[in-house]
């Protein structure tokens, strides 16, 4: 199974905002707007942050936001701070009706 | 609040088998579709296998096709996972997920780790 693209890390000060991109395809990210991302601390499950491209579960702080264009979803994380520095993955449901992740991206707050 | 207890996890030899057990309580299980998902240690996260509400089977990896079984029993609220000729890149982390639609999982279990090693 194919995986969608993430940068490897990512990195800010405290206060400003940092993009995470996930790259994928037709099939996947550009076919609809299933797309979630999750957010994973060292130990522990990973924890939905946007799902449905844009939409956040009651709960998440609405300094975490998504967007799509194409065959590439974003998650920004706007007034960085240090409980943020985390694992982040984004999934998208496929038209084979199953579902990918991402290569995951570790966000480190300077 | 939705809850998933994953139990079964354990150390198993090349060509083992174990079944993972995940029990949801929190929400109306028979309503959703839930999801396996695992994580190799120091790697991402990789998509197991799917179940619909109703016990229809919705995806396997090609990696576990043909060796690892889902299923659920919906009057006991818990999902299984039945694997078969365990491989050394079997081992993971293995959660459990309750999907939003047909595969997006939207809320996971604290996992069960699985080792293979002889």
Redesign the interface.
């Known amino acids: ?1 194919s ?1 969608l693209t993430q940068p490897a890390s990512v990195s800010g000060s405290p206060g400003q905002s940092i993009t995470i991109s996930c790259s994928g395809t037709s099939g996947d990210v550009g076919a609809h707007n ?1 797309v ?1 991302w ?1 957010q994973q601390h060292p130990g ?5 942050m946007i ?1 449905d491209v844009s939409s956040r ?1 009651s709960g998440v702080s609405d300094r975490f936001s998504g967007s799509k264009s194409g065959n590439t979803a974003s998650l920004t994380i706007s007034g960085l701070q240090a409980e943020d520095e985390a694992d982040y ?1 984004c ?1 998208s ?1 496929t038209t084979r ?8 991206t570790k966000v480190t707050v300077l | 609040e939705a809850q998933l207890l994953e139990s079964g996890g354990n150390l198993v030899q090349p060509g083992g088998s174990l079944r993972l057990s995940c029990a949801a309580s929190g929400f109306t299980f028979s309503n959703h579709a839930m999801s396996w998902v695992r994580q190799a240690p120091g790697k991402g996260l990789e998509y197991v296998s799917a179940i619909g509400a109703s016990g229809d089977i919705i995806y396997y990896a090609d990696s576990v096709k043909g060796r690892f079984t889902i299923s659920r029993d919906n009057s006991k609220n818990t999902v299984y996972l039945q694997m078969n000729s365990l491989r050394v890149e079997d081992m993971a982390v293995y959660y459990c997920a309750k999907n939003r639609g047909p595969t997006s999982p939207d809320y996971w279990g604290q996992g069960t780790l699985v080792t293979v090693s002889s």
Do not use: C, L, R
Not at chain 1, 44 to 48: D, I, L, R, S, Y
Not at chain 1, 97 to 104: A, D, K, L, P, Y
């Open positions: 199974q995986v299933y979630s999750y522990k499950a990973p924890k939905v799902y579960p993955y999934s449901h009706n199953s579902e990918v992740f991402g290569t995951g």
